[in-house]
């Protein structure tokens, strides 16, 4: 059974950091892309970096470049995101996601997602 485990949301200030830990198990996950999506109240899932699992090869969503940094750790089979510089409006849930195809929103695999809510 494939599992996507996420945790180390919290509640911050502006500009405050927080780092996410999704651990993946039950399967190989060579080929695929692992990520972070969110979702803020009445919108829309938004895609928010991912990292390809064999290559390392990384990339973000334009509004958190910079900010934030997503690597991975192959001993612990663990994607992270770092966060810094949070602002009110990365307050979201946020979703680790594996995906093989090009479309975020129908990844195959998604984890329970955890709360980042931070404070102005």
């Known amino acids: 059974q494939v599992q996507l485990v996420e945790s180390g949301g919290g509640s911050v200030q502006a500009g405050d950091s927080l780092r996410l830990s999704c651990e993946a198990s039950g399967r190989s996950f060579a080929g695929y892309q692992i990520g972070w999506v969110r979702q803020a109240p009445g919108k829309m899932r938004e895609f928010v970096a991912a990292i390809y699992w064999s290559s390392a090869v990384t990339y973000y969503e334009d509004s958190v470049k910079g900010r934030f940094t997503i690597s991975k750790d192959n001993a612990k089979n663990s994607v992270y995101l770092q966060m810094n510089g949070l602002k009110s409006e990365d307050t979201a849930i946020y979703y680790c996601?594996?995906?093989?195809?090009?479309?975020?929103?129908?990844?195959?695999?998604w984890g329970q997602g955890t709360q980042v809510t931070v404070s102005s």
């Open positions: 996601a594996a995906l093989t195809g090009g479309n975020w929103y129908a990844a195959e695999y």
